[in-house]
């Protein structure tokens, strides 16, 4: 099997602009032809236009395979987490209730999990992924460490994430404020919180008019 | 004395000794003590034996993992339930007939998957169906006395029907093995074609994993197919070379059995504890999200799941007001709050959506473009 190399996922939800581009670009990965396997969420469709795409993570210590009964989700040697094998899985909804970035989709009428696999049919030989391929904003992006430290100087990829007292790291890295100083996000310090992407970008595109 | 794993692995040899022990007395008392056991199908016997020991220390050790466990427990839990039991073997038959027998799940993933599935899993059944019984002694067919064109059929040693030889249900019963080889043969064909065509199945197909029992089943049935044009066209010309080619190819599939795809012939049936499950947990009562208040999956399996998560060694706990575990947040608050969270480590510590770079980047175009040797349109897909 062909290796991804130094090639990475840089995933900045604040960038996405909500096109749609990746969900249609998703559903044609030839490993899922047809089903969209990103999630483009809406956080509070009524108050906010923010949108985030969500990918999988490919955790290092993936929670959907470990709590899978069928033991039908397997990471490959280069660590991507790969969708549930259609022999094995039961369907039992385990994985989508189990991860913690809500990324598996269960498809009831085939009693099988599908989820996002970094399109291995292009990632495993060297090319994008589909998603990362088409968005025009750079909230999906894909390639290595020292293109996107030259595009985005002020940002910085992290891979840890918290959710209670457990810690996740995850093969796609999210680009976070270099000056913040953090070393992972907090998802669930959002809890009480409000939208705050596209408000915050939109200020900002207004300041400059 | 053993650990963990080690006391596993007892547990999954013992289960595999008693059933291999229960098919070995079954084949002595069956064939009654050996009379009418084929010495010359010796090979078959020993090779089931061992993929018997194999494939319940495997199923064994596979229900000793957590997750597997608890759905196991529940499944048989509630199917015995008093209050759903009747439903539940309505939906059983259902289930059985739809799922199993008809592969309907298979067909909605694509056609000709279900096409190669269908065929290759109701040959085998019916090779299975045949060679077995044959192999351990219980069935053989004996002549009527006074009557050499009658053969009556001996069940357990136990008389059964007789039927003309030379009659069409004589050369359908007597060349089963030959229709179960054609169907075997057109699904890995139809499963070969996908395998071969379908890029997507190219990036994840492995040789072990996925040819590999292909290429067994089509060996297994070219070479029974051999067998039977060499006696019947052929005067049994190499008949001794195919037969023993056949066994190589049947018993080292018996003994890929427990390790490979195959497994799955084993596994799967639990998907219908896990739909018994799925239907009782609904009934019981939902689990709402503790973020948006929403209902989002039965409350019994998001409580199993807590429970599996921490015997697996996960620590989702929190000391979030509200939400005593992560687990009470439904999947799409759990992306939303991603996010949000990102959003406010921008808003707290960079400026905005990183506004700096958006100007450094110099585009009026939104897409900031990487370095690269050829420039090329933003929406090739390459």
Redesign the interface.
């Known amino acids: 099997m062909a290796r991804i190399g130094n090639m990475e996922f840089f995933l900045?939800?604040?960038?996405?602009?909500g096109c749609q581009s990746c969900v249609a670009?998703c559903s044609?990965?030839?490993?899922?032809?047809g089903h969209s396997m990103i999630?483009l969420?809406y956080?509070?469709r009524t108050i906010s236009v923010?949108?985030?795409p969500?990918v999988c993570m490919h955790c290092d210590s993936p929670?959907c395979a470990?709590?899978?009964?069928?033991?039908a989700i397997k990471r490959t040697d280069d660590g991507v987490v790969?969708t549930a094998r259609?022999?094995?899985c039961?369907?039992?909804?385990?994985c989508?209730?189990?991860?913690?970035?809500?990324?598996p989709k269960m498809q009831t009428?085939?009693?099988?999990m599908m989820k996002c696999d970094m399109c291995?049919?292009?990632s495993?030989?060297g090319?994008?992924p589909?998603c990362t391929?088409?968005?025009?904003?750079?909230a999906l992006y894909y390639?290595t460490r020292e293109?996107i430290e030259?595009?985005?100087?002020?940002?910085e990829p992290i891979n840890t994430?918290q959710?209670?007292?457990?810690t996740i790291t995850t093969k796609v890295n999210?680009?976070?404020?270099?000056?913040?100083?953090?070393q992972h996000?907090?998802?669930?310090?959002?809890?009480e919180?409000?939208?705050?992407?596209n408000a915050?970008?939109l200020?900002?595109v207004f300041d400059d008019m | 004395m053993f650990g963990r794993v080690g006391s596993e692995r007892v547990v999954g040899a013992a289960w595999g000794t008693l059933f291999t022990s229960i098919l070995a007395i079954l084949i002595v008392v069956g064939s009654r003590n050996l009379q009418h056991f084929d010495a010359a199908l010796v090979g078959y016997t020993f090779a089931v034996l061992f993929a018997t020991f194999a494939i319940t220390y495997r199923y064994a050790m596979w229900l000793l993992r957590p997750p597997t466990k608890r759905y196991w427990n529940r499944g048989w839990q509630l199917f015995f339930s008093r209050r759903y039991f009747a439903t539940n073997v309505v939906n059983w038959f259902r289930r059985v007939t739809a799922d199993f027998a008809l592969n309907r799940f298979i067909f909605k993933r694509n056609q000709s998957r279900g096409m190669a599935h269908f065929f290759i899993m109701w040959g085998c059944i019916l090779a299975f169906a045949i060679t077995f019984p044959l192999v351990f002694g219980w069935i053989h067919f004996e002549t009527l006395p006074g009557d050499l064109n009658s053969y009556r059929t001996f069940v357990f040693g136990f008389a059964t029907t007789s039927f003309k030889i030379h009659s069409a249900v004589a050369v359908l019963i007597f060349h089963g093995l030959v229709w179960s080889a054609f169907m075997v043969i057109a699904g890995v064909m139809l499963a070969m074609r996908r395998r071969m065509l379908d890029h997507g199945a190219a990036a994840l197909q492995r040789f072990a994993e996925d040819f590999l029992p292909l290429v067994l089943l089509f060996a297994i049935s070219i070479t029974g197919l051999l067998l039977t044009a060499s006696y019947t066209w052929m005067q049994g010309y190499g008949y001794d070379f195919l037969a023993l080619l056949h066994a190589i190819t049947v018993i080292f599939t018996l003994l890929y059995l427990p390790f490979g795809k195959f497994f799955h012939i084993f596994q799967r049936p639990a998907q219908l504890g896990v739909s018994f499950y799925k239907d009782v947990a609904a009934k019981e009562g939902m689990a709402a999200c503790r973020r948006c208040q929403q209902e989002f999956a039965p409350l019994l399996q998001i409580n199993d799941l807590i429970e599996v998560e921490r015997e697996l060694g996960y620590r989702y706990e929190t000391d979030t007001p509200g939400v005593e575990h992560y687990q009470r947040i439904c999947p799409a608050c759990r992306r939303s709050m991603l996010g949000i969270a990102q959003g406010e480590l921008w808003r707290n510590g960079g400026l905005g959506v990183g506004g700096g770079e958006w100007e450094k980047s110099n585009h009026l175009s939104p897409t900031p473009h990487p370095p690269r040797p050829t420039p090329h349109s933003p929406i090739r897909i390459d």
């Open positions: 900045d939800p604040n960038r996405c602009i670009a044609e990965c030839d490993t899922h032809r999630h969420q956080v509070e923010q949108t985030v969500v929670t470990e709590v899978c009964p069928a033991d790969q259609k022999p094995r039961i369907a039992c909804n385990n989508v209730l189990a991860c913690p970035f809500g990324v009428e085939f009693s099988l291995y049919d292009r495993s030989v090319l994008k589909m391929s088409v968005c025009p904003s750079g390639g293109e030259h595009l985005r100087p002020r940002s994430f959710f209670g007292e457990q999210m680009m976070v404020p270099r000056d913040a100083g953090v996000v907090d998802v669930l310090s959002a809890m919180e409000s939208p705050v992407g915050a970008m200020d900002s």
